[in-house]
């Protein structure tokens, strides 16, 4: 079961996690909906993997105030794979996240206050859910024209799929 107990194990992403990661943050705080990304310098925000969070605790990510960091569930060991999508997908997690480092950093009091159980979830989780829906929806998009552009070049253009 994940705690915030868990996190003093956790470790930096590698420097091409981040950076692909990054790339997907950086093309969405470009974007109407993403703007709010800019007014704090979220590219220096530490990011760590935590063993911790487990698909059965439904927790992909996580902020916290007191070490200024966000941890993510890294992808099971088992099921790693070369040029695996898992940070990819992480994406819309990382952006939720950033949400609430926005949310810290606009008003430290008032986001520790809407940590309280019962109060977080109709407070600081419904305004990060509200930014995650169009940052999952520009996400899949964005994956899907990389995917789709790196397929073309390897099977040399998309004309062979009409033939």
Known sequence: MFTVFALAKSVPLTD??????????????KTRNGLWLNDFEFRAIALE??????????????????TGKVYLQPEEIDKIAR?????????????????????????????????IPGLRQITLERDAWRETDPAQEFCDELMAAEDSFRYAQTHGGTDDAAE
């Open 16 to 29: 091409a996690q981040r950076e692909r990661l990054m790339h997907y943050v950086t093309r969405y705080a």
């Open 49 to 66: 993997w935590c063993y911790a969070m487990k698909p059965a605790d439904g927790i992909l990510g996580a902020f916290s105030f007191l």
């Open 83 to 115: 040029g695996s999508a898992w940070v990819e997908l992480l994406a819309p997690t990382l952006i939720h996240e950033l949400r609430h480092v926005w949310q810290f950093k606009r008003n430290k009091l008032k986001y520790i206050l809407c940590c």
